[in-house]
């Protein structure tokens, strides 16, 4: 790989590393660390170790099937399954036969999903799902929107146009969205909230997360599981 200079195109912390027409690397120069990465899938490294990366990791196995392993939970998988993995979250494979596909690695540096929560609202939905494998299967139609996203995202990573890293983000919040999308379709008993209230001492706080209902066969709800997260506003920060 040749890394080249800033081109004027990116912030200037970022730089290229090329590769071949499958590959493309973003890296930040300041750091050294991988920005953001899409590459196939590599037939010497089929993630049979447990892994704990340091950057979010979108893995489309478009061929191939086994089980694999999140956190503490096992679950199989197959053709069509996407994985959403957060940084050091720890996964491995165990593969019945090869997988194939792509992969799309971004650091936490270059696009925060905590910090974009409003627009791309896939954190607790794709990523810190606490009560859902991290993955959705897609196929027809949507498998399509998402393979046409990613090549816009692989011709913009080898294009010498302006506005370069805000068209990246951009495909990249299309490509979370949609898939954010597809998983509440997958998954409709998954629900998302926010509300706003104040403690007695008047202190407002935005309330957020996500809830899991269980029904029983007569259609009553049997379990609730929540996870919540309280954010401290002010009076003006209010929206609701």
Known sequence: ?????????LPSQYAIMTGDATSQTLINKDTGEMAV??????????YNEVQRLNYYTILWV???SGRYRADISEYPFGPGTIFFFTPYQPFRFM???????????FHPDFFCIEKHKKEVSCNGVLFNNV???PTITV???DALALTDVLQKFREEMSS???????????????????ASRIKIEQHPEAVRFEYEWHDASGQWFRSYGNELWEFDEDGYMRKRFASINDLEIGEKGRKL
Not at 37 to 46: A, E, G, H, M, V
Not at 96 to 102: I, N
Not at 170 to 176: D, H, N, T
């Open 95 to 105: 593969h019945a036969e090869q997988a194939s596909g792509l992969v799309l690695h």
């Open 1 to 9: 790989m040749n890394r080249e200079d800033y081109d004027g195109n």
């Open 62 to 64: 478009q061929k191939g």
């Open 37 to 46: 990465q899409l590459k196939p899938i590599d037939p010497t490294n089929q």
């Open 139 to 141: 196929s027809g139609k």
């Open 160 to 178: 010498d146009a302006i506005a370069k890293y805000d068209l990246l983000v951009s495909w990249l919040k299309i490509f979370l969205i949609t």
């Open 131 to 133: 009560y859902q494998p």
